[in-house]
Nanobody, 125 residues
Framework: QVQLVQSGGGLVQPGDSLTLSCTAS????????VAWFRQASGKEREFVGG??????YYEDAMKGRFTVSRDNGRNLVYLQMNNLKPEDTAVYYC????????????????????WGPGTQVTVSS
């Protein structure tokens, strides 16, 4: 069992930037595919961005403002969010996958094995 720990989040104003981070307790993330999802109140969980061996990839609507990165030395995965908008308000989750094909893209939540607890991001003036 892998336990993911998230940090970051909170209340920000429109146009602000925010970085979320995710790490695994007692386990290296280096061999896992990683992704970030979000879920707004009353909506389904949606893919934000991820990495599966070769490059980062994003949901089309997230391109340009969201950046997924990882620091294997610190065992951290980040989601950098810029120019935040009220519609970005959601609970954000990191997720990892142990078995994957490098270079394939994985957008569905049920493809991921382990999930972080989620962190609330609220964008409001």
């Amino acid at each position: 069992q892998v336990q993911l720990v998230q940090s970051g989040g909170g209340l920000v104003q429109p146009g602000d930037s925010l970085t979320l981070s995710c790490t695994a307790s007692g386990r290296s993330l280096e061999t896992y595919a990683v992704a970030w999802f979000r879920q707004a109140s009353g909506k389904e969980r949606e893919f934000v961005g991820g990495w599966s061996g070769r490059e980062t990839y994003y949901e089309d609507a997230m391109k340009g403002r969201f950046t997924v990165s990882r620091d294997n030395g610190r065992n951290l995965v980040y989601l950098q969010m810029n120019n935040l908008k009220p519609e970005d308000t959601a609970v954000y989750y990191c997720a990892i996958m142990s078995a994957y094909y490098s270079g394939h893209y994985y957008y569905a939540p049920d493809e991921y094995d382990y999930w972080g607890p989620g962190t609330q991001v609220t964008v409001s003036s």
